[in-house]
């Protein structure tokens, strides 16, 4: 089929297709939460081995952020919307069918690989949208990803059959494919071409953004604050299935239900409450309030053992996440020029991905040999280090503020 040109504004049933775009690509990424300790039971993996089944596809996805954006600069964002949607299906077909933990992390590096393309549907909004209508679409983006978030565990676990060993997992996986498959089948139809092939955008200059990060004394700190805070509130998603089966003898249907309450808290609180935070006291402050919830909740969770306070805290988890990292990422980007903003976010995002990479397995490490409350009393540790770190960010932004007042 012939790619048209795109038409001036972005049709619904297109902007629908992205959102479904985003939507598959998050839901795979979560739908593997509430399936994790008893994956890994089947395959005899330790705690550190399944957080690594977590982190294996924030891996593959910081390259696919990187190769489908510049691939879609050279050959148009449809080809390549849908070619790695489809490539996204194939990888959940053969994870279905993984024999061993070996594979099932190399499948897990691709399907992330293959779904890292967020940054090329963010780039097709901004392709055929009028400025003033842009900030509403890609904000649409964000609910795509959190419900995303709360509907992949729900797949997950409620399809699941863990008694019936690896042939259980299958259903909720090939759900998956199956949506993915049916996204790129709609995009060959549906989606019009919205970026003429041309040179590739250069690669990330990070050299040039680090040095220039740490040389600023705000930045440095909301860098740090990110990385300390979505690697630990990755982590306690990664255990949170095995320590819920260890303290309630939960299965994957009740860790799947919950945390569709985890995932609608996020979605409420960025549609209802981060913009009303920051206008009434800022976006330093709201990121203090924002890490004391995280650090709350992770402290609170095995202190009081109970299967609700469980569901509530975990939610209160995604609750101050929510509020405190597009907060902090707002505030980057309002305190640096705009010919920094692409290599300074670009920056961003790696780190983010990086404390998704490598925080959740060394707190798999930590479960197996601290035990199973460690990780929490060890993250409310970390985070309350972030704590620390944000009074700093406020009082740094506040006398800026009075310098620019003068």
Not at 159 to 180: E, H, K, N, T
Not at 198 to 220: K, N, S
Not at 344 to 367: D, K, Q, T
């Amino acid at each position: 089929m012939p790619a048209e040109a795109a038409p001036p504004g972005l049709p619904t049933h297109a902007l629908l297709l992205i959102l479904v775009i985003v939507f598959v690509n998050f839901a795979g990424f979560s739908l593997i939460i509430p399936l994790l300790p008893f994956y890994g039971r089947v395959l005899q993996a330790s705690p550190l081995e399944i957080t690594l089944l977590f982190a294996a596809y924030s891996f593959g996805g910081v390259f696919g952020e990187i190769w489908w954006g510049r691939t879609s600069d050279r050959y148009g964002r449809r080809k390549v919307l849908i070619g790695a949607t489809a490539a996204t299906a194939l990888s959940y077909l053969a994870f279905a069918f993984v024999p061993n933990l070996g594979a099932a992390l190399a499948i897990r590096v691709l399907t992330g690989f293959f779904s890292g393309t967020v940054g090329v549907c963010q780039s097709y909004i901004a392709d055929v949208t009028r400025p003033e209508e842009r900030a509403r679409s890609i904000g649409l983006l964000g609910a795509a990803l959190n419900l995303g978030f709360a509907v992949g565990p729900a797949i997950g676990g409620l399809l699941a059959s863990p008694d019936q060993g690896l042939a259980g997992f299958r259903l909720p996986i090939l759900a998956s494919a199956g949506v993915a498959a049916a996204a790129a089948l709609w995009s060959t139809f549906v989606l019009v071409e919205s970026h003429p092939p041309g040179i590739a955008r250069p690669l990330p200059r990070w050299g040039e953004a680090v040095r220039f990060v740490t040389t600023d004394q705000l930045l440095v700190r909301l860098f740090a604050i990110a990385f300390i805070g979505i690697g630990a509130f990755a982590s306690m998603e990664a255990v949170f299935g095995l320590w819920t089966a260890l303290n309630f003898g939960w299965s994957t249907h009740e860790v799947g239900l919950s945390f569709i309450a985890v995932g609608l808290s996020g979605f409420v609180v960025q549609i209802l409450l981060i913009g009303r935070a920051t206008r009434a006291f800022g976006e330093a402050r709201v990121i203090v309030g924002g890490l004391s919830v995280l650090a709350l909740s992770m402290l609170l969770q095995p202190m009081l053992r109970d299967p609700i306070a469980a569901v509530v805290l975990m939610s209160a988890l995604m609750a101050g996440h929510s509020i405190a990292f597009p907060s902090a990422g707002a505030l980057i980007s309002r305190s640096i020029s705009a010919d920094v903003q692409g290599s300074v976010n670009g920056l961003l995002m790696a780190s983010n991905a990086l404390g998704r990479i490598v925080v959740p397995p060394a707190f798999g490490l930590i479960y197996a040999v601290g035990g199973p409350d460690a990780p929490y009393y060890i993250g409310a540790a970390l985070v309350g280090v972030a704590i620390l770190i944000g009074w700093q960010v406020v009082t740094i932004r506040d006398a800026r503020s009075k310098v620019v007042a003068a």
